[in-house]
């Protein structure tokens, strides 16, 4: 959830209609994971002040690079041989002038990552968005996006090439990625999380524009006011 509203935050306005027949249910879930980033995520990325964002910060370096072979293989799959290629070389050089990815030299040196993932890959496909959905723990999604995650659990090469409990491992980096990022950007997520008068349709908002950007879909069209929705009921 963290993640999706740092990169959502300085999207550029892109306005489609929003599709969410689940709102009520959605909602519920909503407020179970600001109770969660209330009470742990929130507390957690800031524990240790500037020592500890720093040790955040390199574990997250590790998981970002973990990470890559994955985007690697939607790259293909997408038949994007350039980003492929990129995301290739970002991980040659973070794996080793990087140390194993506790360091990212490839953006000091003009190669910056280029995600993707299976999401995407299935909008390449010509697969429709689906209706709007929040996930517990995960935060905003679409069901394409939902069933792109499940698949993406899959394609990391890493994945059948690691076993326990270095798995374990990788989990854990990408854990405390998250609590990084939440805390590198707290002030953001907190005006959307707590600073909103509706964070729900604001967070909702936030990731439907983001990601319709992030897939080339910048066609506007009519979109509902966040802050004028009558959420009597909810």
Partial sequence: MTATLLAACTAPEVTQTINDPYEKQNRAVHEFNKKLDTAILKPLSGAGGEGGGMVLKTVGNVAGNLDTPRMVVNDLL????????????????????GIAGLFDPATAWGLPSRYS??????????????????????????????????????????????????????????????????????????????????????????????????????????????????????
Wanted: net charge negative.
């Fill in 78 to 97: 997408q038949a994007n041989v350039e980003d492929a290629g990129h995301n290739f070389m970002r991980l040659l050089i973070n794996s080793t002038f």
């Fill in 117 to 234: 993932d299976f999401g995407e890959t299935m909008h390449v496909w010509g697969a429709s968005e689906g209706v709007y959905q929040e996930l517990p723990l995960l935060g905003p999604s679409t069901t394409r996006d939902t069933a792109g995650r499940m698949v993406d659990l899959f394609l990391n090469p890493l994945s059948y090439a690691v076993t326990a409990p270095e798995t374990y491992y990788i989990a854990g980096s990408k854990a405390v990625s998250t609590l990084s990022a939440r805390g590198e950007y707290a002030d953001s997520v907190d005006d959307v999380l707590y600073g909103s008068a509706d964070s729900y349709a604001q967070t909702r908002l936030l990731y439907l524009q983001n990601r319709r950007f992030q897939l080339g879909q910048t066609v506007e069209a009519e979109e509902e006011d966040p802050f004028a929705l009558d959420t009597e009921g909810f």
